[in-house]
């Protein structure tokens, strides 16, 4: 006599497979969260390179997990060691770096988000990167989706590179010449750097910072850094129109740095007065 094995429907055996993968996911999660624990236990203890691989099991086990990423970009961003060239410490940034992006890619929060940008820009900056550094920022500054006070940012940290371009020329001792006037009062003059290419440089770094400065300004007419940088970039103009022999101009540019400064100054004192009045009214531990 042949016996047979009962069958059994296709519908009951879907319905097994699908609770049999529910299971499996529950369990999944589980362990991801208890990854992820370790992956802090670990991080605290300075135990980065644990940490690392922890937080990489939990984003294994449960690949939709939102805090898996941000936790591996932190750690790996902890192994680098600032200031330090060699090949395989500046590869830790750029696998930092690299791990920030995916937790851009990954629908993150707010929050992240800003880490992220920040941790970017801290690392590309870190490396001397100034190239990726630029595109990095001037892509926040160009994104549309951005609240107009995050372009503003933006712009005026370009506008501070800028500024920074001409200015570690400009203050050199060759280009930047003090004499005494009679009575001891020292007079400074500038000239033209020695290099025609450098020369040029200049101007171009305080044409774009400029422009920079003053898109920062419209899109936040109350960023105190672009107001700073646009003082500062105005001055460096007038450095250059003093290269030129152009006494005119040079008035009238330091007379708008002069106008430009006060404003700075006043958004300085309207943020310290902000600042003082929220400390004055939290409660004192």
């Known amino acids: 006599m042949r016996f047979s094995l009962p069958r059994i429907g296709i519908p009951v055996i879907l319905v097994f497979f699908v609770i049999v993968t529910s299971g499996c996911t529950v369990v999944n999660k589980i362990r991801a969260k208890n990854e992820l624990n370790e992956t802090a236990r670990a991080y605290r203890e300075g135990h ?18 939102k805090t898996a990423p941000i936790f591996i970009a932190r750690v790996i961003h902890q192994q680098y060691k600032p200031g330090v060239d060699q090949p395989d410490n ?34 590309l900056a870190a490396t001397k990167d100034d190239a990726q550094l630029r595109d990095w920022i001037m892509k926040r500054a160009n994104d549309s989706s951005q609240p107009s006070e995050k372009r ?4 005026a940290i370009l506008a501070g590179k800028d500024w920074d371009c001409s200015f ?26 020695s290099q025609q290419k450098d020369f040029d440089n200049i101007q171009r770094c305080v044409a774009r910072g400029l422009e920079e400065a003053e898109t920062a300004i419209k899109y936040d007419p109350n960023n105190e850094s672009a107001w700073s940088y646009k003082t500062n970039l105005l001055i460096e103009r007038a450095k250059i129109a003093d290269m030129n ?23 300085a004192e309207e943020r310290r007065k902000k600042e003082e009045a929220e400390a004055a009214s939290s409660p004192t531990p």
């Open 48 to 65: 980065f390179e644990d940490a690392e691989q922890h937080a990489k099991r939990a984003l294994y086990l449960d690949p939709g997990n």
């Open 90 to 123: 500046i590869q830790r940034a750029r696998d930092a770096i690299a791990a920030y992006q995916r937790v851009l890619q990954d629908d993150p929060s707010k929050d992240q988000t800003e880490e992220a940008f920040k941790a970017i820009s801290y690392l």
């Open 152 to 155: 503003a940012e933006a712009y």
């Open 168 to 193: 570690k020329v400009t203050e050199l001792p060759d280009v930047k010449i003090t004499s005494a006037e009679p009575g001891g009062s020292p007079k400074v003059t500038y000239k033209k750097p």
């Open 245 to 267: 022999g152009d006494a005119t101009q040079k008035t009238e540019l330091e007379k708008q740095a002069q106008v430009a400064g006060k404003r700075a100054i006043a958004l």
